[in-house]
């Protein structure tokens, strides 16, 4: 299943094995954030305990509103006993992160 905003940003869920991988692509930021609040809701709802891989790889920009969906889904997958990764991540997502500590935060992987 996945979703479309008004912006082109879109997301899919799939499954893969043990977890729930949310594909967004475009723009992450105020613009979308909600289209990508949804598609993390339905990914968190999956499997309990929730375990999300959120693939970044076709996101070209995130702003602080991307980042609080990010930090706001690991709160509530993590209060739930699951986990959440991010996958994907392009060179400037990566210095983002590491920018505002937040590579700290969360586990990456390349796939």
Request: glycine share 10%.
């Amino acid at each position: 299943m996945g979703g479309t905003d008004r912006t082109g940003f879109s997301w899919i869920v799939t499954r893969r094995d043990d977890a729930t991988v949310l594909s967004p692509a475009g723009d992450l930021d105020l613009a979308s954030v909600e289209e990508f609040r949804s598609g993390l809701t339905q990914a968190m709802t999956d499997l309990t305990p929730p375990h999300v891989v959120v693939d970044l790889h076709d996101v070209g920009f995130c702003d602080s509103s991307g980042l609080n969906a990010l930090i706001w889904a690991a709160n509530r997958v993590e209060e739930a006993g699951g986990r959440l990764r991010l996958s994907g991540l392009q060179p400037r997502m990566t210095r983002l992160l590491r920018m505002t500590g937040l590579d700290k935060r969360f586990a990456a992987s390349d796939s």
